[in-house]
């Protein structure tokens, strides 16, 4: 019985092809998620006015800027512009405070 089941066999040991896993160098994979969170945050901060939100966006921003490649230069679409953007979005929401202490108005 198992000399005709090994003859009627169709898989070929001949034609096996080892799996070897795909090698993921960390260089590979994209730096622009903690800079999209980031922008995300940063928004959702400056159109509810949670600063939480604000400083947790400055933070994955400053990740963004920290880990970004060496070939990625200029300002404009990298994570330079992406903490410049967290930092404005914090002076816009602080601004208030600030012009109410100097001119003494209370808000």
Known sequence: MSSAASTSDPRRPDAIVEYKPEVKRIEDDD????????LV???VGLMIRNRTSLWVG?????ESYLNQRASEGGLLGSPTAT?????????MNYMPEFIALYS????
């Open 31 to 38: 730096p622009d998620v903690p800079g999209f969170v980031a």
């Open 41 to 43: 945050l940063a928004v």
């Open 58 to 62: 400055m933070v994955f921003s400053v």
């Open 83 to 91: 903490i410049l953007f967290s930092i404005s979005t914090l002076v």
């Open 104 to 107: 003494g108005v209370k808000i």
